[in-house]
């Protein structure tokens, strides 16, 4: 049985109709169920923005069944995914999750199932991933690391059961054994930034918790070395993303075959990857440049 599909919504019209027609193209979207959740809107003036994403939702076909889970209050995307994937997990013991700003590539989902079986035993990988930013052209197919990417994933049960909400403990943890030089890929990127400014309240991201849940665990993700996914949403219309087009892919419109990779671990030239294009695109020049273009072209959101 194809994994349900669980799609985050809420109030931006255009992006969830891009998102939705790139999934109705998928070769399994009409033998896949589709999970929509809506959630409320934050004050009054989100009302009609997300009262236009429900009505457009509600006209949805072409896939297999369609279910809407429609907030009455505003959730926030963390608390909103932490408890759909945990729903839904516990019901059918994976899942693949999008949010509404993601567009798909036709054999994403392909991908996706077959990913999620042929690992479905393997207890070294909790995650699979779909978008891949860097652009390395010698990344293989796939490849398994141990960061785990947020646009385009799946897992199962058996993984997300290690995901830790507690900010403060996964912090603690990494700090106690020596690990945040690793986790933030040699200092290159602040995930460890990000998960203190989470502990903080100044973002709600759960996605460095599930990163850092299975980073300290040694599991790995199953990355794709040739994107299967596109990210619109740095376009400054979202809640957590800027401009710039810093994570720019491009669609790979043809099957990834997957074929179980043993042993089961971290491929040390993937990891040199990121590391290198965190190097490239973190640094205070990369930063002050993209600053002054932003300017120029009149862009101040971030």
Known sequence: MNAPILLFVYNRPQHVRRTVEALKNNTLAADSELFIYSDA?????????????????HTIQGFKAIHYIERETNWGLAK??????????????????????????????????????????????????????????????????RWTGSWGW???????????????????????????????FNGKYGYTRMLRRQIEGKNNSWAIRWNASLFLRGILSLNVGKSLVQNEGFDGSGTNCGGGGLYA?????????VKRILPATENSEARQAYID????????????LRRIKRTLKGDFSR
């Not at 997300?160 to 700090?175: I, S, T």
Request: glycine share 4%.
């Open 80 to 145: 909103s995914i932490i408890d759909g994937v945990t729903t839904q997990i516990n019901v059918f013991e994976k899942v693949i999750v999008l949010e509404d700003d993601l567009i798909t590539a036709p054999y994403f989902l392909q991908f996706m199932n077959d990913a999620l079986e042929v690992y479905k035993d393997e207890e070294a990988v909790g995650h699979i991933q779909g978008c891949d930013f860097t652009q390395a052209p010698y990344l293989p197919d796939t490849f398994l690391i």
């Open 277 to 288: 294009y965190y190097a490239r695109t973190n640094s205070f020049i990369a930063k002050a």
């Open 154 to 184: 799946a897992t199962w049960k058996r993984a997300w059961k290690f995901f830790n909400p507690d900010g403060k403990a996964l912090l603690k943890e990494l700090e106690e054994r020596g690990l945040t030089y690793t986790f933030d």
């Open 41 to 57: 809107a934050r004050d009054a003036e989100q009302v009609p923005l997300v009262n236009e994403v429900r009505a457009y939702i």
């Open 249 to 257: 892919s491009h669609l790979f419109m043809h099957p990834i075959p």
